[in-house]
């Protein structure tokens, strides 16, 4: 099934707003065996809207516009529709009702622009939205079987219209048909090695692949790469397998830079390591400001493993917070490689954690000196074995300063912990 | 000048990468008056992306393409180029000695992928690259002065040939022409109010902007919504005078909504106000794990007002670090009003800070109860004036429990500093 996206609003092509909803689509069609095969950002005009719908119906079994829904004057896209497919609105008595309901029972006014949300067009099939007050709209074309829909741009609510409404309507629409081929993905997370370079290095194995429907994509970003490893066939058994065999060639060939053979993102394989071996972590930051902490927290479940962190971001506080001596600071400065070991071992001795990292750097852009420019990062880790300490020398954007810093500090404590797995 | 981004790679649709390069764009397109009208995302298939670059062309006067030009099999951009203007591919030697010095000095093997890297379509004109090992192409078509530009899809790649080569050389391209039309915004980041309650409380005023060249967008995320006011003109000046006089009266119609008058983000607008201020601040987090530190570094300068955070996930940290009586949480619970206030005065006192915030709460998706169900939070607010706590009760999403927790705890403190400043 090929799948479009066509995303509305100014505040995409503006640059205000992050157009995340294409990504998560992207997914999640995969998800479905379906492909997304283009995303087109266009403005809050009616022409433009129509204009992208004959391009993308004309290619796509399911186009999907996202944004433009919304309950204020530059929301066009109800209106494109209208236009798209000939027809007036209609208003959904019930869904005012329930508006009305819901905004009364929280103590809000009802006024006028929340009853035009239940205006729709004619010949649509209105998809419930729980989280919101825009119902997405359902437009299905009965000699092709080709459907066009319309969400919500806010991703939380796209996200459940997509997964409740959209999915099961459009697999049960094509139920009978045969699949036309299955793609499956297995994605491994590496450090340590440029892409160019890895590629190099695996450029044999490499060779292998089209012959036996595999291919393979890089995916780099500050300090790691991500490799997507993609089977393709028409039997679903054959394609697993084939995906597991290769799988299996590409970690023994890059095994010393795998972070996640299961392609878990960093901070997922960090906390999946720490809650498995049952230990725990605490953390003493100073350039990342709290970040590392909060990448521990940015998944469910973080209260089994992590008990907090001290930021030490004056020297004040790294000397009454976490007892690192006032003369350490002196002789060797706050970024240097006994501070950050004392902070390490500081924050585990006082909050008793099994495990604990500490990172200080010159984030910049200002701030380094000739020993130490911008970019010095040392990174301690402290287990029950000792404190190991390394020093990086980053690059001048303080934003991949601070991203980098954070991943190979959790890199380091995947390193240790997974000693500590095979030991 | 009209402007389309042709975005390209395989990962953006499968959604392992979000494309933050079109936002950046858009928002650099319009600092120098240029419209971007449309972005599109497609695969590395040399067949789509020729395709693309037809239609792209047939509209826009700057076309951009990112991505596609890493030394790895899955980047199609430059074979797609000779194919769509009819060449081969000629070496750039100079480039390929320039790279092969750069590996040699930092101690890596020259390899032939980052040779091929030298590799561009003839007749195109390179854009050199101080930041990578891709240069950017440029095509410029001298019947129309349209030009096609392709660069890295890496963000700060691309950002700095966008700036130092693409713009100077478009503007000196068209230096001579009339300015069509100038486009000036201003934005106001606004907390408190949903967008189709804001929205209704300004009608009257917003019936008057079309006539006046003048549009309003509303930009709603997580907890706030940043308005944009846009003026439309052919003199500078007048368009300029237009939009103070509308920012004004906006200011005047939302003032008590105001976290922002100036457009700022919310850690920024922080930032801003503590510096100006002289004053510091100190952190106590627990749900949020340390992201409300990290915001407050995410900008240059934080060293200036931030001494640091303690980050109590654990209820036995909250106790040892920063001094909340054992007894209180076993009375009220750690998700609660004064362990809230007594983290905030915890964390001040021991940090001799100016000012704090603490925050706890339910992040979710479980560990709710029917007194404190899922998106409970706390969030209060440490000064010379004394302590405020708030209770607010957010939904079952944690990303988003996280968010608005930040961005209420800064809002919190903004509104404090703004009485400071006012006194």
Known sequence: MKVEVIAIGDELLLGQTVNTNAAWLGDACEREGWRLERVVTIGDGIDAICEALVSAESRADLVIITGGLGPTRDDMTKRALCKHIGVGMIRDDAWAEHMAARFTSAGLPVIQANQDQALRPETTVALPNPRGTAQGIWIENAETRGVTVALPGVPFEMKGLFTEEVVPRFRQLHAFEKPRAFRLHHNILTMGKGESLLADSISQWEDTLAARDLSLAYLPSPAQVFLRLTATGTDADKTRAQLERATAELLDLVAPLVVSAQGRTIEHEAAHLLSAL????????????????????????????????VVAYANSVKVSQLGVPEQLIATHGAVSEPVARAMAEGVRSRMQSDWSLAVTGVAGPTGGSAEKPVGTVFVACSGPAGTRVERFQWGRSRARNLLRTRRTALAMLISELKGLENA
């Open 278 to 309: 049952g230990q725990t972590i605490a953390v003493a930051e100073s350039c990342t400001g709290g970040g590392l902490g909060a990448d521990l927290v940015s998944r469910p479940g973080a209260s089994a493993f992590y008990l907090g962190s």
